[in-house]
């Protein structure tokens, strides 16, 4: 589960991950000299290896400049010999000429901004230290440092005159909860390291280990020529990022200040804050989510995001336009049944950019004022190592050119350019030729499949091995999503290709619950999941057999979070597969609602009320895999990371534990400093598939035969 640090497209979701050391190669590349002076080279393509996957780069966060003449990009990659990210910022021309880096080293430079006149770029940097705002001068390439910070600056936006810069930051509570008279300790004395005193709910956050102090997210701004940042928010409140009005007078946020926001983390609302002042404006008031807050370009009508929160577990976030002055409220996508997000005003105002998920595919869209939406670009990808979840990100200029992250299954997330008014893509990047340009990848098919439960339409994709033989019978490998409340696409994925490597044929499916597929076919689990995504998944799998090539006597499954609960829930209720392995899952939900990182979220939106009253405890009893533990015959591995606060390591431990009661066989990988996100390492996102493969291997999986 992943609550994506608090929304998620109207949804509160269960990802992926893992860790571990260094690993051999899937395979090597083979070349061997015969006779003196003549070398015999093996030309034929090698599959994805292992240890491709620290050379794999990607392009996120594309900012075009004002102008459409420039891009700045984000180009991440990693580093072998201390296993974590890099990201740097590079800049190309808008005809693709002129690409050339900003930034180099090893540390994190990203959030790149244009200046309203283009002659600047904000930064946010770690390369002195801290996370600081950084600005660089795009005619001489100087650079200056503007803050101090005493935490890590949120998503930077300039002022329309150019001469300011706001951004949210974290800011620690004083003072202690509550005051005891410990006696003194005695001269060298060692009583161990002092309590943590916990009076706030939301005290553990995934990614976060240890105690997360209390705090409140608040809005800065600063001088574009540096100097002392000013705080303009204050009190027990978080506000997300700001956006500028055209006068340079006022921003937009949004926040939940209920006196209960910690029992209703959904409710946030839109406000204007004076710069000067630091006065508030509340503009909207329903219950639900609204944020986003966009002034058109005269300043007259703000768009937002949001909806009417009913509790769903899936709940599409529609576009709204109201007055400056929060009068005149009315639904801009009425009609629309996918998530709107990150809205852009066209220059003219006459309507917004925005990005949306459908069908497994990213792309962007133009809605009028009227309601009237046109899609613009396909294939709009992000980065999430080793599954293949989208994502991607855009940026508009005043000219309407488009510069945005291009994803296929054939390659992580490159830059590439567009034009509003029908002009062709351009790809202005290639930062894959040179390695997946020379490896033989599992080749990617898209197929639907109706369910065996209802014969509704289901959508997946089927990874082939390289050099696939349709003459030969392979292994299947089902590899569930997380979320539930989310949804794979036609993207590159390591870990996927990883697994075709080794001999499988891999498939992976958006079953009943995933997104971009509409709010009603999302809630189809609303209070009964796992149920008939079960369904959905083996009728799935009875379409790959009935291709021919598939052995029916070799299956094996696996998935994380989301896909970590179906896999246990499928192995209590089929012997079909030959092994099975269950990541990060929530195995009982009575635990996992009291234990995870959004105790205020789980138990209202995804059942009907708190275990403790009697009327709900049948249902989460029903839905908890540990209930069908009794009917496992299937050797199951099971994998979680020891600082996983989103599905807490306790509830694989229930699981591997029960199993190993009633004799099962089965394995635990623990993994050491890892949070949900198991995978954010390379050598994780190695190590989790060679352990995976290592315990198919054990229980027959081999490469076709």
Request: glycine share 12%; proline share 6%.
């Given at each position: 589960?992943?609550?994506?640090?608090?929304?998620?497209?109207?949804?509160?979701?269960?990802?992926a991950?893992?860790?571990?050391g260094?690993f051999?190669?899937?395979?090597?590349?083979?070349a061997?000299?015969?006779?003196?002076?003549?070398?015999?080279?093996?030309?034929a393509?090698?599959?994805?290896?292992?240890?491709?996957v620290?050379a794999?780069?990607?392009?996120?966060?594309?900012?075009?400049?004002?102008d459409?003449?420039?891009?700045v990009?984000?180009?991440?990659?990693?580093?072998?010999?201390?296993d974590?990210?890099?990201?740097?910022?590079?800049?190309?021309?808008?005809?693709?000429?002129?690409?050339r880096a900003?930034?180099?080293?090893?540390?994190s430079?990203?959030?790149?901004?244009?200046?309203?006149?283009g002659?600047?770029?904000?930064?946010?940097s770690?390369?002195?230290?801290?996370?600081?705002?950084?600005?660089?001068w795009?005619?001489?390439?100087?650079?200056?440092k503007?803050?101090?910070?005493t935490?890590s600056?949120?998503?930077i936006?300039?002022?329309?005159?150019?001469k300011?810069?706001?951004?949210?930051?974290?800011?620690?509570?004083?003072?202690?909860?509550i005051?005891?008279?410990?006696?003194?300790?005695?001269?060298?004395a060692?009583?161990g390291?002092?309590?943590?005193?916990?009076?706030?709910?939301?005290f553990?956050?995934?990614?976060?280990?240890?105690?997360?102090?209390?705090?409140?997210?608040?809005?800065?701004?600063?001088?574009?020529?540096?100097?002392?940042?000013?705080?303009?928010t204050?009190?027990?409140?978080?506000?997300?990022s700001p956006a500028?009005?055209?006068?340079?007078?006022?921003?937009?946020v949004?926040?939940?200040?209920?006196?209960?926001?910690?029992?209703?983390?959904?409710?946030?609302?839109?406000?204007?804050?004076?710069?000067q002042?630091?006065?508030?404006?509340?503009?909207?008031?329903?219950?639900?989510?609204?944020?986003?807050?966009?002034?058109?370009p005269?300043?007259?009508?703000i768009?937002?995001?949001?909806?009417?929160?009913?509790h769903?577990?899936?709940?599409?976030?529609h576009?709204?336009?109201?007055?400056?002055d929060?009068?005149?409220?009315?639904?801009?996508?009425q009609?629309?049944d996918?998530?709107?997000?990150?809205?852009v005003?066209?220059?003219?105002?006459?309507?917004?950019?925005?990005?949306?998920?459908?069908?497994?595919?990213?792309?962007v869209?133009?809605?009028?004022?009227?309601?009237?939406v046109?899609?613009?670009?396909?294939?709009v990808?992000?980065?999430?190592?080793?599954?293949?979840?989208?994502?991607?990100?855009?940026?508009?200029?005043?000219?309407?050119?488009?510069?945005?992250?291009?994803?296929?299954?054939?390659?992580?997330a490159?830059?590439a350019?567009a034009?509003?008014?029908?002009g062709?893509?351009?790809?202005?990047?290639?930062?894959?030729a040179n390695?997946?340009?020379?490896?033989?990848?599992?080749?990617?098919e898209?197929?639907?499949?109706?369910?065996?439960?209802?014969?509704?339409?289901?959508?997946?994709?089927?990874?082939?091995?390289?050099?696939f033989d349709a003459?030969k019978?392979?292994?299947l490998?089902?590899?569930?999503?997380?979320?539930?409340?989310?949804?794979?696409?036609?993207?590159?994925?390591?870990?996927l290709?990883?697994?075709?490597?080794?001999?499988?044929?891999?498939?992976?499916?958006n079953?009943?619950?995933?997104?971009?597929y509409?709010q009603?076919?999302?809630?189809?689990?609303?209070?009964?999941?796992?149920?008939h995504?079960?369904?959905?998944?083996?009728?799935g799998?009875d379409a790959?057999i009935?291709?021919?090539y598939?052995?029916?006597?070799s299956?094996?499954?696996?998935?994380?979070?989301?896909?970590?609960?179906?896999?246990?829930?499928?192995?209590?209720?089929?012997?079909?597969?030959?092994?099975?392995?269950?990541?990060?899952?929530?195995?009982?939900w009575?635990?996992?609602?009291?234990?995870?990182?959004?105790p205020?979220?789980?138990?209202?939106?995804?059942?009907?009320?708190?275990p403790?009253?009697?009327?709900n405890l049948?249902?989460?009893?029903e839905r908890?895999?540990?209930?069908?533990?009794?009917?496992?015959?299937?050797?199951?591995?099971?994998?979680?990371?020891?600082?996983?606060?989103?599905?807490?390591?306790?509830?694989?431990?229930?699981?591997?534990?029960a199993?190993q009661?009633?004799?099962?066989?089965?394995?635990f990988v623990?993994?050491?400093?890892?949070?949900?996100?198991?995978?954010e390492?390379?050598?994780?996102?190695i190590?989790?598939?060679?352990?995976?493969?290592?315990?198919?291997?054990?229980?027959?999986g081999?490469?076709?035969?």
């Amino acid at each position: 589960m992943n609550r994506r640090g608090t929304m998620v497209r109207g949804a509160i979701i269960l990802l992926a991950g893992l860790s571990a050391g260094s690993f051999a190669p899937l395979a090597a590349q083979e070349a061997a000299g015969h006779g003196v002076g003549a070398v015999a080279v093996d030309t034929a393509l090698q599959p994805f290896q292992a240890l491709d996957v620290f050379a794999v780069q990607s392009v996120s966060d594309p900012q075009i400049s004002p102008d459409g003449k420039h891009v700045v990009y984000v180009r991440r990659g990693f580093d072998i010999m201390t296993d974590e990210g890099t990201s740097n910022l590079w800049v190309v021309n808008a005809d693709g000429s002129g690409q050339r880096a900003l930034t180099t080293g090893s540390r994190s430079h990203g959030s790149p901004r244009w200046s309203p006149s283009g002659d600047r770029l904000a930064y946010v940097s770690n390369q002195d230290g801290g996370s600081e705002i950084w600005v660089r001068w795009m005619d001489t390439g100087q650079e200056a440092k503007l803050t101090d910070l005493t935490g890590s600056p949120g998503s930077i936006t300039w002022s329309p005159d150019g001469k300011w810069i706001a951004f949210p930051m974290f800011v620690p509570e004083q003072g202690q909860p509550i005051h005891v008279n410990m006696p003194a300790r005695p001269q060298g004395a060692d009583w161990g390291p002092p309590y943590h005193v916990i009076d706030y709910m939301d005290f553990r956050q995934n990614g976060n280990p240890g105690i997360v102090p209390k705090g409140y997210r608040h809005v800065f701004i600063v001088s574009a020529d540096g100097g002392a940042a000013r705080q303009l928010t204050s009190g027990p409140y978080n506000y997300g990022s700001p956006a500028w009005t055209p006068d340079g007078r006022s921003l937009l946020v949004s926040a939940n200040r209920r006196e209960d926001a910690e029992h209703e983390p959904m409710d946030t609302e839109v406000y204007r804050v004076d710069v000067q002042t630091g006065a508030l404006t509340q503009l909207t008031d329903r219950y639900g989510p609204d944020g986003d807050g966009q002034p058109s370009p005269d300043g007259k009508l703000i768009a937002y995001t949001g909806f009417d929160d009913q509790h769903l577990g899936y709940q599409v976030s529609h576009l709204y336009v109201m007055n400056a002055d929060g009068s005149g409220k009315r639904m801009v996508s009425q009609g629309w049944d996918r998530d709107i997000s990150s809205p852009v005003w066209s220059a003219d105002g006459r309507g917004l950019f925005f990005s949306y998920q459908s069908e497994g595919n990213g792309k962007v869209g133009f809605i009028d004022l009227n309601g009237k939406v046109t899609k613009l670009l396909d294939n709009v990808q992000g980065r999430s190592i080793g599954r293949p979840y989208g994502g991607g990100s855009f940026s508009t200029s005043r000219d309407g050119r488009i510069a945005y992250t291009l994803g296929t299954p054939s390659h992580p997330a490159d830059l590439a350019v567009a034009d509003r008014r029908g002009g062709a893509m351009e790809r202005l990047t290639d930062l894959h030729a040179n390695l997946l340009g020379h490896r033989a990848l599992g080749q990617v098919e898209e197929i639907w499949y109706e369910s065996s439960y209802d014969q509704k339409r289901i959508q997946g994709w089927i990874i082939k091995p390289p050099h696939f033989d349709a003459s030969k019978k392979y292994p299947l490998l089902l590899e569930i999503h997380g979320g539930p409340f989310l949804d794979y696409a036609n993207v590159f994925a390591e870990e996927l290709q990883l697994y075709a490597a080794a001999g499988y044929v891999v498939l992976y499916t958006n079953p009943r619950g995933s997104t971009s597929y509409g709010q009603d076919f999302a809630n189809l689990i609303h209070h009964a999941y796992p149920s008939h995504d079960y369904d959905d998944l083996m009728s799935g799998v009875d379409a790959v057999i009935q291709r021919g090539y598939v052995d029916p006597d070799s299956l094996y499954v696996t998935g994380g979070s989301g896909g970590g609960v179906l896999t246990a829930w499928i192995v209590g209720h089929t012997h079909r597969f030959r092994a099975a392995v269950v990541q990060k899952p929530v195995i009982n939900w009575y635990s996992f609602v009291l234990t995870a990182d959004g105790p205020a979220f789980f138990y209202k939106y995804w059942f009907a009320g708190p275990p403790w009253e009697k009327a709900n405890l049948q249902n989460y009893i029903e839905r908890s895999p540990i209930t069908y533990v009794g009917n496992v015959t299937t050797p199951t591995m099971v994998i979680d990371g020891d600082l996983d606060y989103r599905t807490p390591i306790t509830e694989a431990t229930q699981f591997y534990e029960a199993l190993q009661i009633r004799g099962i066989p089965s394995m635990f990988v623990r993994i050491p400093d890892a949070n949900h996100e198991l995978a954010e390492k390379p050598s994780n996102l190695i190590g989790k598939v060679e352990y995976i493969l290592a315990w198919f291997r054990r229980y027959g999986g081999e490469s076709a035969h």
